[in-house]
C-alpha cells in the first residue's frame, strides 16, 4: 500500500494538483490576500490571459484608481488594502470599514518616496493631512475634524519655500492669511461678524489692500474694493442683488 502511495506518478500528479490550486489562487482569490496576489490580478492576467478567463471586466488597477483621491469611498471590502507598482514597490495602504475609508491612508511614488499621509474618521477626512513633492519636499500640511478644514494650513513651492498660509476656523477662513507671488508678499485678515464677513489685507510695503465682502445668507453681495500695491484704487463694485447677476 505505502509502495503504491509512493508511486511516482501519484507523487507527481499531487504536486501538479497543488500546484495548480496554488496558482488558481492567486489568480482568483481575494487580491488582498497578499502583494502577489495583487501583482498577478493586476498586472499579469490582463495582459496575458482572454477575457473570457478574467473575471473582472477591467484590471483592478482602473477599479482602484479611486483610492487615490479623496472620495469618502469606494468599491472595496472591509480591511486593510495594499496596491503595487508593476515594479514590486508599495503604491498604497490604507484601511476601510462598511466601504467607507477610515483610519491613516498612505500613498508613495515610484521612487519610495512618500507622497501623500491622510487620515479618515467614516470616509470623512478627520486629522492631519499631509503632501510631499516627488522630490520629497513638502507640498501642504493641514488639520481637518469632520471633513472641515481647521487651524494653520500650509502649502509649499517645490523649492521648499511657503506658497500660502491660511487660518481655517469649522471650515471657513479665520484670521491671517499669507501669499507669496514670485517676490511679493500679501496678507490677509479674515474675520466674522454675524451673517457678514470682512477681509482687509496688507503689501509687504505696509499699503492696505482693502478687500471688504459683505454678503448674508442668500448671497447678496454689497460691496467689494481693490487697491494696487501702490495704494491706488483699482476698482470698486457697488451693491449688487445678485451673485449671479
Known amino acids: 500500500m505505502i509502495k503504491k502511495l509512493l508511486n511516482p506518478l501519484i507523487i507527481s500528479a499531487f504536486v501538479v494538483t497543488m500546484l495548480l490550486g496554488s496558482l488558481a489562487h492567486l489568480m482568483y482569490g481575494n487580491f488582498k490576500t497578499s502583494k ?4 498577478i490580478q ?3 492576467m490582463p495582459e496575458n490571459l482572454p477575457r473570457w478567463l ?5 484590471p483592478i488597477r482602473y477599479s482602484y484608481l479611486s483610492l487615490f483621491r479623496d472620495s469618502p469611498a469606494v468599491s472595496v471590502e472591509n480591511g486593510d488594502v495594499k496596491i503595487w507598482y508593476r515594479s514590486g514597490k508599495l ?3 490604507g484601511n476601510y470599514k462598511d466601504s467607507l475609508k477610515t483610519g491613516e491612508h498612505i500613498s508613495w511614488s515610484l521612487n519610495g518616496n512618500m507622497i501623500k499621509k491622510v487620515n479618515y474618521l467614516n470616509g470623512v477626512l478627520n486629522g492631519l493631512k499631509e503632501e510631499w513633492y516627488h522630490n520629497g519636499t513638502k507640498a501642504f500640511q493641514g488639520k481637518f475634524i469632520k471633513g472641515k478644514r481647521v487651524g494653520q494650513h500650509i502649502e509649499w513651492k517645490k523649492n521648499g519655500s511657503k506658497e500660502y498660509v491660511s487660518n481655517w476656523k469649522n471650515g471657513i477662513k479665520n484670521g491671517k492669511q499669507e501669499v507669496w507671488y514670485g517676490d511679493k508678499y500679501h496678507s490677509t485678515h479674515f474675520a466674522r461678524e454675524g451673517d457678514i464677513f470682512r477681509s482687509i489685507g496688507w503689501f509687504e510695503n505696509g499699503i492696505e489692500v482693502k ?3 459683505y454678503w448674508n ?3 447678496t453681495i454689497y460691496y467689494i474694493a481693490f487697491n494696487d500695491e501702490n495704494g491706488r484704487t483699482v476698482r470698486v463694485e457697488k451693491k449688487i442683488e445678485n451673485k449671479s447677476e
Open 217 to 219: 445668507k442668500e448671497g
Open 211 to 213: 478687500e471688504e465682502y
Open 91 to 93: 503604491s498604497y495602504s
Open 54 to 58: 478574467l473575471f473582472k471586466e477591467e
Open 36 to 39: 502577489w496576489h495583487f501583482m
Open 42 to 44: 493586476c498586472y499579469w
